[in-house]
């Protein structure tokens, strides 16, 4: 993904990238999604080595967004609404360190972001955060199947029925005024 003039990226890890790029794809302001892999210490992991969860990488989306559009602080705000980041490495039935929830800013404002966006979260959680904030580290794209996956499937996979439909119908009731045209 080349990141077009005026475009900032955000890297978020929020569980199984099918639901977070689901949703992100129908946020007005983002440009474009992509699965992959970051955080780790293997080069060019597979779905398989990253779903072993031995390659410390986590299930993760890299935004283009436009900041004239939608803040940084907005996408971390509806990132921190739309997924649970009060479990440590999972998320519902996924578990292991590569489904944790974690912010990869992109520059030193985007972390001081980071750390604002989890204060103003965790007002809506009855349970503390452990969403981390790492850093930026080498990005791999999934493999080609993974990408759009959602849009592509949907409920004829069922753990797209059972998982990434309810966290779409939620983010569309929420942020309905958000979606794109």
Same mark, same amino acid.
């Given at each position: 993904?080349?990141?077009?003039? @005026?475009?900032?990226?955000?890297? /978020? %890890? +929020? ?17 474009? $999604?992509?699965?992959?892999?970051? @955080? ?8 398989? !080595? ?9 299930? *993760?989306?890299?935004?283009?967004? #436009?900041?004239?559009? =939608?803040?940084? @602080?907005? /996408? /971390?705000?509806?990132? /921190?609404?739309?997924? #649970? ?9 996924? $578990? +292991?360190?590569?489904?944790?929830? %974690? =912010?990869?800013? !992109?520059?030193? *404002?985007?972390? %001081? ?9 965790? *007002? ?11 850093? *930026? ?6 493999? #080609? ?30 942020? +309905? ?5």
């Amino acid at each position: 993904m080349e990141k077009a003039k @005026g475009l900032e990226t955000a890297v /978020l %890890a +929020g569980g199984c990238f099918w639901c977070v790029e689901a949703i992100f794809d129908r946020l007005r302001g983002v440009e474009s $999604v992509e699965s992959g892999y970051t @955080g780790g210490h293997v080069e060019n992991p597979s779905y398989k !080595q990253v779903c072993g969860g031995d390659t410390g990488h986590a299930e *993760a989306v890299r935004i283009a967004f #436009d900041p004239d559009a =939608i803040s940084y @602080g907005e /996408l /971390l705000d509806i990132f /921190l609404a739309t997924h #649970d980041p009060t479990q440590l490495n999972r998320q519902g039935n996924d $578990v +292991g360190p590569q489904y944790r929830s %974690a =912010i990869f800013p !992109q520059s030193p *404002a985007q972390e %001081a972001e980071a750390k604002a966006a989890i204060a103003r979260a965790q *007002a809506d959680w009855p349970a503390p955060l452990v969403t981390t904030i790492e850093a *930026a580290a080498s990005w791999y794209v999934a493999e #080609d199947e993974h990408q759009e996956y959602f849009d592509r499937v949907g409920d004829r996979n069922p753990y797209c029925t059972a998982v990434v439909s309810p966290k779409v119908r939620k983010f569309m009731q929420k942020y +309905g005024e958000r979606l794109k045209g």
